[in-house]
Every structure is written in structure tokens, then in C-alpha cells.
């Protein structure tokens, strides 16, 4: 998390004064991967990094905000039917916009924020300003919608303003997140429990491959409209009601990449039921072997991996690490890495070597800790 008294500063010297400090996370997430807009489970938890705002309501319609990372501005009117262009703080109006929606009396505000969770490598940064603000600006404005709600806020914001049809894993986590403990969402039901996460003799570990991802305008939504292509033939409302009987059955009609990606969707909803009764028996060499297997699915059968994502996932395999995988949408940005604490360091070490003299570029290695979700600082 980034120094507050930072953003206080920052404030100060633009609108004067303090404002009220919030804090969103981004997130991790073990295995489960675009699982979520298929009904599936996924298995995230905060992170400790991730969007710091200072916010002060300013008793007229209009909103200033300024971004500390982009050393951008931006004002807007709270009634204004477009909202600004930039899609950086079109999540803001959308969050403003969404939560006006849902009966919260928002009305203008100045903040400042900014955050240590990177942009663009599958940490869900977009999902961590998104709660940040909707979080924020419901306490600050007297509204009580719960936190499920508030992530469907979220979630709402990326598919009507910014364009991307995500799920619902990532504003899920940030809002849901407690330290120490990994969550298992139902997304169908919207069911979830909390699973301890203390992997005695490993630590998880994501690589950067400095490849940028970004969902917006990507095939991400091509992925998502094949889902739901195969779903509507196979008369179900999502894949997760979809059986391996169903699919094969359908196979003739299918598009090859169509029925590929659904034998993706309803592999990893299997993987994510058989990592949960693993955990429960602390066996984390069998998580790691799942997420292998997720990575491979992602890469041939989904084709949302890219060379540099897989080279990392293969040198982690030859390297001995327990398990590893491309995190989040993909397309670039971080694997994800379950490595045994001796193996750390050398792991590490000969992964930096062997990426630079392949790729020409430095990965880069960010540590993770499961941290708390949304909150007033
Ligand atoms: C992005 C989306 C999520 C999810 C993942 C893939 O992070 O925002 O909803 O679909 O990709 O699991």
C-alpha cells in the first residue's frame, strides 16, 4: 500500500485541506481462470497491493480527481450522460454513475489517489480503483449496499463504460478479501468460503513477464461469446451447467476453437473442486501438478497464453517449481508459482538468466501476501 500521508500532500497542494482515505486490493488467484462468466468457481485473494484514494465531497456536482501515477487530472459533471474519454477515469465515472443507479445519493468530490499494484500484469488493478471508489463513495455518501453489490457495481462499470464483459472473480475478491485466507466462489450461486492459506514449506511467487495485458478491446470478449455460443446450443444458461456428455454430443456442431474452449472451461471447473479437497489435505505438490494442467488448457485449448508466458511456465517445470500458470486474463502480464522455500532463490535466480538471454528483457518477480479487501484507512 502506498503512503497515505503522499496522497495527502497531493491533495492538499490541489483542492486544500484532508480527504478520507480508502483502500482496494488487487488480487491473486490460485487456479480457476475464466471460470467465472461460465457460472464456475475461482479460487482469488487480496493482495496487500492496491488503489489508496483520499476523497473529500465538495457540495457541488461536479467531480476533480487527480491521479497520482498518471500525473493526470480529470473533473466531470455527476449528470454528465458521456463522462470523460480516458478509460483510465472512465472507472470512475462508471463507478459514480453505477452507484447513482443503485439509489447512493453521490454528489461531487475532489480525490487523489494512486496505488503499488501494477498496471497490466493480470493483478486486476481496473477491480482494485473500481472498489476503491465504489467502496469510498458509499460510505462517504450515506449508502448501504453490501459488498456482493457493490462488486456487481464494479463489474457493471467494466462492461458498460469500458467495454471489457469480465466476471465477477476480480471485484469479488478486492471487496471480499481477508488476510491469511483464500475464497472459493461459486459464481453461479454467489456462495463462498474462505479457505486458510498457510503452505507450510512454499510460498507463491508471481513472475511479470513484462509482456503488457490488457483487456480492453482484446479477445477477451471472443472468448466469452464462444462460452456462451456453446452454452445456448447445449440449452443451459453457462458452461458450469454444461456436462463432458453434453459437449461431446455437440462436438459435430461446434467450431473447433468453440469446442475447445468450452473443453477448457469445464476441465477447469473440475481442477478448482479437486485443488479445494486437496487443500484440505495440505497436499500443495497436487495443487501445483492442477495448475499445470490449467496452464496447458489456457495456452492450447483457450489460447489466451503467449510465448513469454508460456517459456516462463515451462522453465519453472524444468526448474522443479510445484506448479505454475499464467494468472488472470492472459494475453500477458504474470504467472502465478507455488514454489517449495529451498528452490526460491535459485529459482529465481536461473529464471532472470534464461528469460533475459531468450526474450532480451528483464522479468520481473513480485511477492505476494494475502491481505484484507476494501476499507476506510
Ligand atoms: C479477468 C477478468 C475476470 C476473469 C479473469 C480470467 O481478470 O476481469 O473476470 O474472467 O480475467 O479468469
Known amino acids: ?23 482496494a486490493p488487487g488480487r491473486i488467484n490460485l487456479i480457476g481462470e ?54 483510465h477515469f472512465r472507472y470512475v465515472y462508471g463507478v459514480v454513475r453505477e452507484l447513482l443507479a443503485a439509489g447512493v445519493k453521490v454528489q461531487g468530490f475532489d480525490a487523489v489517489y494512486g496505488g503499488d499494484v501494477p498496471l497490466g500484469v493480470g493483478m486486476s488493478s481496473s477491480a482494485a480503483l473500481e472498489s476503491c ?18 462488486a456487481r457495481i464494479g463489474q457493471a462499470t467494466e462492461h458498460k463504460y469500458v467495454g471489457v464483459k469480465c466476471g465477477i472473480m476480480d471485484q469479488f475478491a478486492s471487496m471480499h478479501g481477508r488476510a491469511g ?48 455460443r456453446v452454452a445456448a446450443l447445449a440449452g443451459v444458461e453457462t458452461l458450469r451447467d454444461c456436462t463432458w456428455d453434453m459437449l461431446e454430443t455437440l462436438k459435430p456442431q461446434l467450431a473447433e476453437t468453440d469446442y475447445r474452449r468450452a ?30 494442467l490449467t496452464h496447458e488448457g489456457l495456452s492450447r485449448d483457450y489460447e489466451v497464453s503467449c510465448p513469454e508466458l508460456d517459456f516462463l511456465v515451462d522453465e519453472a517445470r524444468r526448474l522443479g517449481v510445484s506448479g505454475a500458470r499464467l494468472m488472470g486474463g492472459g494475453f500477458g502480464g504474470c504467472t502465478i508459482n507455488l514454489v517449495r522455500n ?11 538468466q534464461t528469460y533475459r538471454s531468450r526474450f532480451g528483457v528483464d522479468c520481473q518477480p513480485i511477492p505476494v501476501t494475502i491481505g484484507d479487501g476494501a476499507r476506510k484507512l
Open 342 to 352: 529451498e528452490l526460491y532463490d535459485s529459482f529465481l535466480t536461473e529464471l532472470q
Open 133 to 150: 471508489f465504489d467502496f469510498a463513495l458509499c460510505d462517504l455518501f450515506g449508502g448501504s449496499l453490501d459488498r456482493m453489490t457493490l
Open 181 to 228: 485466507l483464500l475464497m472459493r466462489l461459486d459464481c453461479r450461486s454467489g456462495e463462498y468460503q474462505y479457505f486458510p492459506w498457510h503452505p507450510h514449506g512454499y510460498r507463491l511467487l508471481l513472475i511479470n513477464s513484462c509482456v503488457k495485458h490488457e483487456l480492453v478491446g482484446s479477445p477477451y470478449n471472443e472468448r466469452r461469446a464462444s462460452c456462451e
Open 263 to 292: 473443453r477448457y472451461v469445464l476441465g477447469e471447473v473440475d481442477r478448482v473442486l479437486a485443488v479445494s479437497d486437496t487443500l484440505q489435505r495440505d497436499d500443495y505438490e497436487e495443487v501445483g501438478r492442477q495448475m499445470y
Open 1 to 23: 500500500m502506498i503512503d497515505i500521508s503522499i496522497l495527502q500532500q497531493f491533495f492538499a497542494i490541489h483542492f486544500g485541506g484532508e480527504g478520507t482515505p480508502y483502500f
Open 34 to 87: 475464466h471460470t467465472d462468466y461460465n457460472g464456475g468457481f475461482v479460487f482469488p485473494g487480496a493482495v496487500t497491493q492496491g488503489i489508496s484514494a483520499v476523497i473529500n465531497p465538495n457540495g457541488t456536482d461536479t467531480v476533480n480527481l487527480h491521479a497520482i501515477d498518471l500525473k493526470q487530472d480529470c473533473s466531470f459533471n455527476i449528470m454528465d450522460e458521456e463522462g470523460p474519454a480516458a478509460t
